[in-house]
């Protein structure tokens, strides 16, 4: 399976959801998104921003150590929960930049920004393999279940080091696979995004 095939097929599938605000439109899934991000950790005020799509894996923040004044990089931001979240905790002197690699995603963030008036945000078409983000500018970088999706990890870990001040440091929620994964799942591109 190539690689190019794997990540048009995840750009497809987070494209639509995207597209839809949601993994799964209906209402009923819509309630089971919300429990499960309350069962993480994050609070009704946090979904109030509509930025959650129930893609999330853990609460990055919860370990993150966030301090007033600190610059915080989302990896794969999608639609900012995240990111509005930490704006919340580093204050009008801090920074959080949410990085998705869809302008779909972007442009929706970008949206909820202004609509809720958090301007210590911002969003940006980026790979996380290749950052848009100066070196050594960045407190704490957060990810919630994306690095999974990337072919190169140790890419995206090399991007995560050049971008983060001395001291430094990380909060990641994301899956772990501990046994190869049968031939017929590795050969289905959509495998690889979901």
Aim: hydrophobic share 35%.
């Amino acid at each position: 399976m190539k690689c190019c095939d794997n990540r048009k097929a995840i750009d497809n599938l987070y494209r639509n959801i995207a597209i839809k605000d949601s993994l799964n439109a209906q209402e009923d899934s819509k309630e089971i998104e919300t429990k499960i991000a309350l069962s993480l950790g994050y609070t009704l005020e946090d979904l109030e921003s509509g930025a959650n799509l129930g893609l999330g894996c853990g609460n990055p923040i919860q370990n993150a150590n966030l301090k007033e004044g600190e610059t915080v990089l989302d990896l794969g931001c999608g639609k900012g929960m995240d990111v509005f979240k930490a704006c919340k905790i580093v204050g009008e002197t801090g920074l959080v930049i949410g990085v998705d690699r869809l302008p779909e995603m972007v442009e929706k963030a970008n949206y909820i920004r202004e609509k809720k008036k958090l301007f210590n945000t911002d969003f940006r078409v980026s790979d996380i393999d290749n950052l848009k983000v100066e070196d050594n500018t960045v407190d704490c970088v957060i990810s919630n279940c994306v690095i999974n999706l990337c072919e190169d990890k140790e890419k995206v870990y090399s991007e995560i080091f050049r971008v983060l001040k001395p001291g430094g440091r990380i909060s990641i929620s994301d899956i772990v696979q501990f046994n190869e994964l049968p031939t017929w799942v590795k050969d289905e591109p959509i495998f690889h995004a979901t």
